[in-house]
């Protein structure tokens, strides 16, 4: 019963998070400027991040934990160089 | 049948209630980012996700792994602090593009040398 209710809730939250991708996908593709792809793609890999953790959770294994942990850094990485390249033209100067 | 029945019925109910308000909240966060109209308004609802759904959905997964291992399991800490650190930078770094992005460029074609601020 307590199993059921628990997988019941994570294929709820799977659902939503995905719902939540495609919201951030629709603006990624709509922008209308490039900060605004930029924020869409930053707002999909926290969704992404929080898909992995529901997974992981299904699966009862860390191996997601740690995908979610790179998507994480490489996120930070990515956005910063981006917002970067749009203030300055270059991303190393 | 699956491992989710070895939680007492407590931590299994507080458990899916966390996980479902984490998601709703990020689902929240992106339609607020598709339906807003201007990209000032834009910036704000995914931090919505990028905290209170992100530290929910961690929260539950520590709860989780802690009763099933039967010991306190507490490494999403990690991703929590990371990614609640680093969303300020980089919004304020994207905020900062923009200001600079939607200023008048100057006569010669070339972008006027605005947001260098030393």
Do not use: W
């Not at chain 1, 605004?36 to 930053?42: H, I, S």
């Not at chain 2, 029945?5 to 899916?16: C, D, K, Q, S």
């Amino acid at each position: 019963m307590t199993g059921s209710f628990v997988v019941g809730a994570l294929v709820v939250a799977q659902v939503l998070l995905a719902l939540a991708m495609a919201c951030a996908l629709v603006r990624l593709l709509r922008g209308p400027r490039a900060q605004d792809r930029v924020l869409a793609l930053d707002a999909m890999y926290v969704d992404a991040i929080l898909l992995l953790l529901t997974f992981g959770m299904r699966e009862a294994t860390t191996v997601y934990f740690e995908a979610a942990l790179v998507i994480g850094v490489l996120g930070f990485v990515s956005t910063a160089a981006l917002a970067k390249f749009l203030l300055r033209g270059e991303v190393i100067e | 049948m699956n491992h989710f029945a070895e939680l007492p019925p407590l931590v299994g109910v507080i458990v899916g209630v966390l996980v479902v308000l984490g998601a709703a909240l990020a689902l929240l966060g992106s339609v607020g980012l598709l339906r807003l109209s201007t990209f000032y308004e834009r910036i704000h609802p995914p931090t919505m996700g990028t905290t209170l759904g992100l530290g929910l959905i961690l929260l539950a997964s520590m709860l989780t792994f802690s009763t099933l291992e039967s010991r306190p399991v507490i490494h999403e800490i990690v991703i929590a602090v990371f990614v609640v650190v680093t969303t300020p930078v980089t919004y304020m770094l994207l905020v900062r593009a923009a200001i600079h992005r939607e200023q008048p460029r100057r006569d010669d074609g070339a972008i006027d040398a605005g947001g260098r601020n030393e």
